[in-house]
């Protein structure tokens, strides 16, 4: 059986939120140092190619094992498809939205760029995670730049990741 259904949509103009942000070497020390061991990567010797490699190669290699994760784990029966809208945990705040450019400063100097591929939804250090949609836990692990880490298969090839 086949159906086709037109499907409406809209172009708007999109003008991204710019994000400066200083990068401290206690920040690179104490967080993204400790992530690169953490994620078995040899640590660059200066501050600011410490915090290069966990931007940009580490953020790669955790980019590539989500998609990864998701094609080979995802549910490829037919479901009934009954997605609700995602809400935020109760008392978590909005600290980022998703197609926001940040770019980053070392000692004043801009070093690196990058587009936020996500909704940043913060609570607190291991709170339970709830969903608003039903699935099946295809992750549930270290994941580098996001730390402990769960992705949920929702059908159709909808994930959702939480960290």
């Known amino acids: 059986k086949e159906t086709i259904k037109r499907v409406p949509y809209y172009i708007q103009s999109y003008k991204p939120k710019i994000d400066k942000l200083k990068i401290s070497d206690s920040f690179i020390y104490s967080v993204s140092k400790n992530v690169l061991e953490m994620s078995n990567l040899q640590v660059p010797n200066s501050a600011e190619e410490i915090f290069i490699k966990t931007n940009k190669e580490l953020r790669e290699n955790n980019l590539k094992t989500i998609r990864n994760v998701v094609i080979e784990n995802f549910n490829q029966e037919p479901v009934l498809f009954d997605?609700?809208?995602?809400?935020?945990?109760?008392?978590?705040?909005?600290f980022a939205r998703f197609g926001e450019r940040r770019h980053y400063y070392y000692n004043d100097v801009k070093i690196d760029e990058a587009w936020h591929?996500?909704?940043?939804?913060?609570s607190v250090k291991h709170a339970n995670v709830y969903t608003s949609n039903s699935g099946r836990v295809i992750f549930k692990d270290y994941l580098g730049i996001y730390g402990e880490s769960i992705i949920i298969d929702h059908g159709l090839g909808l994930s959702s990741l939480y960290a």
């Open 83 to 94: 997605i609700k809208p995602f809400l935020r945990m109760k008392g978590a705040k909005t």
């Open 117 to 122: 591929l996500g909704i940043d939804w913060a």
